[in-house]
């Protein structure tokens, strides 16, 4: 299967070095400047684990998908996935990527506030599982001077899209458009993807686009049932797929409380009173 892997990532950076492609202008200079180099940097990223289980894994057994393994605490950038078996004992996965990877799962995914204040599909399955788990998929090497770590953001996004490729976890136009002619692709994708966006759109206005893609003739009873109460909400909050934070606040990470306006501004006029207080006294 490394071979396997080797021939859908070596097609994924032609594709994007191609002037057809709507990516070139992102990625083709960047890709060009070393591409046998990044090639390698990026698929000695994928972890031991990934490559097993592309080889003999099974993607409808949990203690399969387990098996992956990783350090959910690493603080540096890679990608995950994260496995969830559905109250109608159907197994989904979701792949993302982090800055940092510990923040990312513990602090985000696993944070019921943050998760009831950014809603997703993958959230949404979340929320009706009895069982979930993490893996980690692949790691970028941190403090690197390899070719292609100038652009870590690039460089994760591709890795991201490369991960999703191998896993099929992307809608069916998405894996036709950017896996090699040769592999088929059924018409409507079956229960077990909650990846919708196109991972190399991230940090552009581009991904907001590539969430608009038709999923109502979907085989998955989850996401038809998403669709049905998205229309009882806002449109403003249908969110189909995650944006990953590209910088995290140290004060975020011990409290999810914000400190209110009143609060501020009480702060500011005892501040004010003390400052009047002590110049008087000295007058």
């Not at 189909?240 to 914000?258: H, Q």
Request: proline residues 6%.
């Amino acid at each position: 299967m490394s071979e396997d892997a080797k021939k859908i990532l070596s097609y994924l950076l032609s594709t994007l070095q191609s002037k057809d492609s709507r990516h070139h202008v992102r990625y083709g200079n960047y890709l060009r400047r070393n591409p046998e180099q990044i090639e390698n940097v990026i698929f000695n990223c994928l972890r031991p684990g990934t490559l097993n289980f592309l080889k003999t894994g099974n993607l409808s057994s949990i203690d399969s998908i387990k098996s992956i393994g990783g350090d959910t605490n690493y603080q540096g950038r890679g990608v995950y996935l994260h496995a969830i078996v559905g109250l109608d004992t159907h197994i989904r996965i979701y792949i993302g990527q982090a800055s940092n990877i510990s923040f990312r799962l513990k602090k985000q995914h696993l944070n019921f506030r943050y998760r009831r204040d950014n809603k997703s599909l993958h959230y949404y399955a979340l929320e009706r599982s009895s069982y979930d788990s993490f893996c980690i998929l692949a790691k970028l090497p941190s403090n690197s001077t390899k070719p292609g770590m100038d652009r870590p953001d690039l460089l994760l996004n591709i890795l991201e899209m490369w991960c999703c490729l191998l896993f099929r976890s992307l809608p069916p136009p998405s894996l036709r458009q950017f896996l090699p002619p040769t592999y088929k692709v059924l018409p409507v994708a079956p229960p077990g993807s909650l990846n919708i966006a196109v991972p190399l759109d991230q940090g552009t206005s581009l991904y907001a686009q590539s969430m608009k893609i038709d999923l109502r003739h979907s085989k998955d009873p989850l996401i038809l049932e998403y669709f049905s109460d998205a229309k009882e909400q806002k449109p403003a909050k249908i969110v189909l797929a995650e944006t990953v934070p590209t910088e995290f606040v140290a004060a975020s990470e011990t409290s999810d409380r914000k400190l209110g306006p009143y609060f501020v501004a009480g702060l500011t006029v005892v501040a004010a009173v003390m400052i009047f207080s002590s110049w008087w006294k000295r007058s």
